[in-house]
């Protein structure tokens, strides 16, 4: 006998009671895809089947396993993505949200409800099985199919994602739209893609987008604008931190100039920008000789030299992940790094990053040559002074390749150590690597002393 709405309707209330006393050892998922079927039916008793619209209202489209489409009901849709919610939760504001975008909204630093801007007393997400079981029947009945949430950025990005990327191109690359909407157009992608890492993921959908988006440097009014310039930079900067975008901005032709063109004639923070684009970008091989054979390298150094210590370290990053490739060694040590970074050296200023830099280039016997001349010293005050176990390995490293292109500069360390023992105490304490060295050293040194003559 088929059960009336009253009928569903005591029965729902029995299953409510059931779940709010605990859930008399019934399975809680159960008893609510139960709650859900039962709500389905009510609906459909007193309104008709809910479909395409019809008595309520609607938003997404979801395609059917026929291939055409039905309305997806509000209720089921994420508020921040407009979208069908795949694993929903409940905030303690008691909204309801797909785990995988309110969980990006958190994980940006918000602690505030998207859709009430209540502040949230805890940022625990709890799953909505009711809503979740009222969504599987819909599809179910439908013909929607309802697949398990992923955690790919891809599948973060939503259909407003898509919609506004493709408007703010539009914006930008359009004859018609005025100098004002490109101009805002392009701060916006900066703003969008600094704070939203689904959307940096679009832009490998669209084959023509950084094309598109480059084409405002070229726009009488606003190619020499340095602020354009700078929003560009840092849009690439932005993108380029999405692992999959390194080799699609990198084999792009116009990407790699236009950071060099920021590096020589930005504002600072337009170099600095850029010196930590290339560096993001030198994460692949190929990328690092490309960036290398378009000398970069020679306005990294420039910036290195003379940038505000935030730069330094990124030209530093970018200067040392690039010589990672031998190609680009030579490259440095011809545009100047060793003199850059042995006055940063004698200065203690970025004493890290310049000794790793040189401790990677003194295998070139062109970069130990140049080293001879200023460095010894200073490299054994660091050996033997510095507090930092990685700062003294470093050190021992560039000393040791120094001494082994050149004799006179090894008994200058000899000299060294007889007043003050640093390569034998860091053979003894020094990490593996410095203890290799230091004991290298010695053994030259011991090689190179003059015999005692035999006497009878």
């Known amino acids: 006998m088929e059960i009336g709405v009253e009928g569903l309707k005591a029965k729902l ?43 309520e209202g609607v938003g997404s489209d979801s395609e059917n396993n026929e291939g055409g489409s039905v309305k997806v009901p509000d209720r089921f849709l994420c508020p921040l993505s407009s979208e069908l919610m795949r694993d929903p939760v409940v905030l303690s504001s008691g909204q309801t949200y797909d785990r995988r975008f309110i969980q990006e909204w958190l994980s940006s630093g918000n602690r505030t409800c998207p859709k009430t801007q209540q502040v949230l007393s805890n940022i625990t997400l709890t799953p ?7 969504i599987s029947n819909w599809c179910t009945k439908n013909g929607v199919s309802f697949s398990p949430p992923s955690n790919t950025d891809l599948d973060l990005v939503t259909g407003n994602d898509r919609s506004t990327f493709t408007s703010l191109l539009d914006n930008i690359s359009s004859p018609a739209s005025p100098i004002s909407e490109k101009r805002q157009a392009v701060r916006d992608l900066r703003l969008l893609t600094k704070r939203n890492k689904s959307f940096r993921a679009v832009i490998g959908e669209k084959p023509g987008a950084i094309s ?28 380029s931190i999405h692992d999959s975008n390194k080799k699609i901005l990198g084999e792009h032709a116009d990407v790699v100039p236009i950071l060099i063109m920021g590096l020589k004639s930005g504002a600072m923070e337009t170099r600095s920008n850029s010196a930590a684009a290339l560096f993001s970008l030198s994460a692949l091989d190929s990328n690092k000789e490309k960036i290398g054979g378009l000398c970069a390298i020679k ?22 992940s690039l010589c990672v490739v031998r190609e680009n060694r030579g490259r440095a040590v011809q545009n100047g790094i060793v003199d850059v970074a042995l006055k940063n050296i004698k200065n203690e200023t970025l004493l890290d990053e310049s000794l790793a830099i040189l401790a990677l280039l003194c295998s070139d016997q062109e970069a130990a040559e140049k080293l001879k001349e200023n460095g010894v010293l200073c490299l054994l005050k660091v050996a033997r002074e510095n507090p930092g176990k990685r700062n003294k390995e470093n050190a021992v490293v560039v000393l040791f390749s120094i001494c082994m292109y050149d004799r006179k500069m090894l008994r200058v360390v000899g000299e060294d150590e007889k007043l003050n023992g ?35």
Request: with cysteine.
């Open 13 to 55: 209330r029995r299953l409510v009671d059931a779940i709010a006393d605990g859930g008399d050892g019934c399975d809680e998922v159960e008893t609510y895809d139960e709650v859900a079927r039962l709500v389905l039916q009510i609906r459909g008793l007193k309104f008709g089947a809910a479909r395409n619209g019809e008595g």
């Open 299 to 320: 306005y990294l150094i420039e910036l290195l030299e003379d940038g505000t210590l935030e730069a330094q370290k990124d030209a530093a990053a970018a200067i040392f």
């Open 422 to 456: 640093t390569m034998a105490w860091l053979a003894l304490n020094g990490t593996s690597r410095a203890q290799r060295k230091a004991a290298g050293i010695l053994e030259k040194i011991k090689r190179t002393k003059p015999k005692t003559p035999y006497s009878c």
């Open 212 to 239: 598109q988006f480059l084409s405002v440097l070229s726009v009488p009014g606003l190619k020499d604008n340095p602020e354009v310039l700078e929003d560009t930079v840092t849009t690439i900067l932005n993108l």
């Open 128 to 134: 909505n099985y009711l809503v979740r079981g009222m």
